[in-house]
């Protein structure tokens, strides 16, 4: 577990790392591929260990570099993770877990609602956006991520969500940010009073970094 630069978190935590989506965007592909090492999903059990380090609140992104809900991660390693962030002795810590498969997301039974346990979908473009409507079964802290933001997105009306992160695209010009896309999630956040965060790389002439209340 390390401290990190993702400005919406304080730690990065990958008990699961490695994944299989092969987004031509990924950073954490770049970034292993650069070390030399295998994006293949790999579980670490060890890690799970970790958590115990945290004595003060903080909010962990859990599976940074990996996708906890995908259909390539095996229930069992999933299942572990899950168990462990809902253990009461770590109800200090906000757990934020981010999935490009939010309709694989055990609801009903290894998901109760808890307020510490955020969970949110990456939307890059329209076509994600049905991605939106899985997410919103869930019962407790939910959100939407919006990074990199590749396209205009039309957000449905009455979804529930409450966090919306945006981010640009970093280290490629394929596709230039147009602030009107980033505008109309920033209208559509304050006309429905949903907490927004915009991280630095957008260069917002007003800083907007929000948290969803617990």
């Given at each position: 577990m390390n401290r990190t630069k993702i400005e919406w978190t304080d730690y990065s935590w990958n008990p699961i790392t490695g994944c299989l989506h092969g987004c031509w965007y990924c950073y954490a592909k770049k970034l292993f591929?650069?070390?030399?090492k295998s994006?293949?999903?790999t579980f670490y059990p060890e890690r799970l260990e970790?958590?115990?380090?945290l004595?003060?609140?903080a909010?962990?992104?859990?599976?940074?570099?990996?996708d906890l809900f995908a259909g390539w991660t095996p229930i069992e390693w999933r299942d572990k993770v899950l168990n462990e962030i809902h253990k009461p002795e770590y109800s200090h810590l906000i757990f934020q877990l981010l999935t490009k498969n939010p309709e694989r997301i055990p609801y009903f039974d290894l998901m109760p609602t808890r307020k510490n346990i955020w969970v949110g979908t990456t939307i890059t473009?329209?076509?994600e956006m049905i991605n939106a409507l899985e997410v919103?079964?869930?019962q407790g802290i939910k959100f939407l991520s919006f990074e990199p933001l590749l396209g205009e997105v039309e957000i449905p009306i009455g979804i529930g969500i409450d966090w919306i992160i945006v981010g640009k695209l970093t280290g490629?010009?394929?596709?230039?940010l147009n602030s009107q896309w980033v505008e109309k999630i920033i209208q559509y956040a304050r006309r429905h009073q949903i907490p927004l965060f915009l991280k630095n790389n957008l260069k917002w002439p007003e800083k907007i970094q929000e948290f969803s209340k617990v």
């Open positions: 591929t650069r070390f030399h994006f293949e999903p970790e958590l115990k380090k004595k003060k609140p909010k962990v992104f859990v599976c940074s570099v990996a473009c329209q076509q919103r079964k869930y490629s010009k394929k596709v230039k």
